[in-house]
């Protein structure tokens, strides 16, 4: 596999205006502003998703697909599926953006392979790709408050005091996502993953 074969690049979210601030969606965002700094508009495609195609900055430039499927998170699969068969790009080079319950919020973690932890979209993908070897870019949002159901917590919107904190994120998940593509699953991980300022 070269330098110039494809990335596809998910991030996950339910279609529709009703959902767009959702927590849940984050992923989603994220892609928007990929698409916003490369200036590029996503078009439909026949897999069941709105495509684009980017170079990723590295050497010569990387190719790469950004996707959001249009269908319901619960069945995110078959388009991340379809998407990576139409352009003939395998597991290992499919990077997935996703709200995190498990991590703080706003923070930005970064793995391959691995377990679902209850998250439906990623539990479709993996289903339907045969495979838990992709990367996933996590965007924390933090826990449930009290004791509201964590799937009535992933479909509220951000609180207003979070907005301008959640917004700071989506640009890290995207300076995240390129940084994997461009230079490793490690050298991401070093950047995002150390502590903050105290």
């Known amino acids: 596999m070269s330098a110039s074969d494809p990335w596809l690049i998910v991030g996950l979210g339910n279609p529709g ?14 892609i928007d502003d990929l698409a916003t700094r490369h200036r590029v508009t996503l078009g439909s495609h026949k897999g069941g998703a709105s495509a684009a195609r980017i170079h990723v900055p590295g050497p010569g430039g990387i190719p790469a697909v950004l996707a959001v499927p249009t269908s319901f998170m619960n069945v995110s699969g078959p388009p991340v599926r379809d998407l990576a068969s139409f352009y003939k790009i395998p597991a290992e080079r499919i990077v997935v953006i996703h709200d995190e319950l498990d991590i703080d919020f706003g923070r ?91």
Not at 141 to 154: C, E, K, Q, W
């Open 17 to 30: 205006q009703r959902y767009a601030r959702n927590r849940h969606n984050v992923g989603a965002h994220v």
């Open 108 to 198: 930005i973690r970064l793995k391959r392979g691995g377990g679902e932890g209850g998250h439906n979209g990623l539990r479709s993908i993996t289903a339907s790709l045969g495979t838990k070897d992709y990367y996933r870019v996590r965007v924390g949002i933090g826990r449930p408050p009290g004791r509201m159901d964590a799937a009535d917590f992933v479909l509220r919107d951000f609180d207003r005091q979070e907005v301008p904190e959640i917004a700071v994120s989506v640009v890290e998940a995207g300076d995240a996502v390129e940084l994997l593509v461009g230079e490793g699953l490690l050298a991401a991980q070093q950047r995002f993953h150390a502590p903050g300022p105290v």
